[in-house]
């Protein structure tokens, strides 16, 4: 009997990257599919400025799904699921 496992001991390079890609698209796709964008109807004043921009926000939106984290020299070091608080259009760029 034919395992998964099997087929990758005995792919090419090149089947192992076909594979892998396709994986991985549908890992992005369903990560996708799982933001949420929130209108909090509150402002800066409650939870602070964009976390993107760094500007205050009239109307705080939150986003919920993968949210990048870095260290402190700026460098991505890991990606997770998360809260991002910052304007609607900052949110959407990300
Ligand atoms: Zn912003």
């Known amino acids: 009997m034919n395992t998964f496992s099997d087929f990758i001991r005995n792919a090419s390079v090149e089947e192992k990257t076909e594979v892998y890609t396709k994986v991985m ?14 209108n909090t109807q509150e402002s800066s004043t409650k939870y602070g400025p964009c976390e993107c921009c760094g500007k205050n926000v009239s109307e705080v939106w939150v986003k919920t799904g993968p949210k990048p984290y870095f260290n402190h020299e700026g460098k991505k070091i890991m990606e997770s699921v998360g809260s991002t608080f910052g304007h609607r259009e900052c949110l959407e760029a990300v």
Do not use: D, P
Not at 25 to 38: D, G, I, P, W, Y
């Open 25 to 38: 698209e549908a890992a992005s796709k369903k990560q996708n599919e799982m933001v949420r964008l929130t």
